[in-house]
């Protein structure tokens, strides 16, 4: 039978606070024909996308929607485009009661998030850590946010930053963790990515490496600065969110 990794989404203790909501709605000049000044119909392709974040649903026939704050969990948006009949499953953590909208990504399709007050596109940052003292130092690990990578040991905690990736890629994040080994020629390899060294440092743009095992993956929407702490513990094999 496969092993599934245990994954923890740790949150503070349930603590005392006033209700309060984010609000999410969807890019309102889209479609906008400046030169005629008048709104045009969307293509299928857009229209037919939809988003549900914890239960409430957002498409571009509806309101914009109100989601419950809560600081001690994180939260789960499904969304599906045109032609799909399968939700793609996005973990975010709605902190505070900012306003945020999804703008459509021409390049790419899908869809970039921005903070509504700024109009900026929110920037990924996560810290991957190694929680065992006992770590076995043979063993390499490789923590990824987006098309950017970093090697994960107890001594390295640097803040991995977006990287080597192109300016219309969106801001929702594929994010996998693995232990990894090197190899030698392309038969032996089984994946490649830009790696991150320092921040003095050029990356490596074709970093190739060979999967042992991979203990995380998942996509990821960052809605503030803040980074996303990953942990993992290799002496339960377990990974912990905070």
């Known amino acids: 039978m496969k092993k599934i990794l245990t994954i923890i989404l740790y949150v503070l203790p349930a603590v005392a606070f006033s209700q309060e909501f984010a609000e999410f709605s969807l890019d309102s000049s889209?479609?906008?024909?400046?030169?005629?000044?008048?709104?045009?119909?969307?293509?299928?392709?857009i229209l037919d996308q939809m988003w549900i974040i914890n239960g409430n649903k957002l498409t571009y026939d509806s309101e914009r929607i109100r989601v419950e704050v809560d600081p001690n969990r994180f939260d789960t948006l499904l969304y599906k485009g045109r032609g799909r009949q399968e939700f793609d499953t996005i973990i975010c953590n709605i902190t505070e009661a900012g306003k945020y909208q999804f703008v459509y990504n021409e390049c790419c399709g899908a869809f970039n998030v921005q903070d509504e007050a700024s109009g900026k596109f929110?920037?990924?940052?996560?810290?991957?850590?190694?929680?065992?003292?006992?770590?076995?130092?043979?063993?390499?690990?490789?923590?990824?946010?987006?098309?950017?990578?970093?090697?994960?040991?107890?001594?390295?905690?640097?803040?991995?930053?977006?990287?080597?990736?192109?300016?219309?890629?969106?801001n929702v994040y594929h994010l996998t963790f693995r232990q990894i080994e090197n190899c030698n020629d392309t038969l032996d390899c089984d994946?490649?990515?830009?790696?991150?060294?320092?921040?003095?440092?050029?990356?490596?743009?074709?970093?190739?490496?060979?999967?042992v095992s991979k203990k995380m993956d998942f996509l990821y929407m960052p809605l503030s600065s803040k980074p996303l702490i990953i942990i993992y513990d290799p002496a339960f094999d377990k990974i912990i969110l905070k």
Not at 30 to 45: I, T
Not at 152 to 160: A, F, I, P, R
Not at 191 to 211: N, Q, R, V
């Open 30 to 45: 889209l479609g906008w024909n400046f030169s005629r000044q008048e709104k045009q119909e969307l293509p299928d392709y």
């Open 191 to 211: 994946g490649y990515t830009c790696l991150h060294l320092d921040d003095t440092s050029e990356p490596i743009w074709e970093f190739a490496f060979k999967t």
């Open 122 to 170: 929110i920037q990924g940052k996560v810290i991957y850590k190694i929680a065992s003292e006992t770590q076995d130092t043979s063993k390499q690990y490789l923590g990824t946010l987006g098309e950017t990578a970093i090697m994960v040991n107890g001594n390295h905690n640097d803040t991995l930053e977006v990287e080597c990736r192109s300016a219309m890629s969106p």
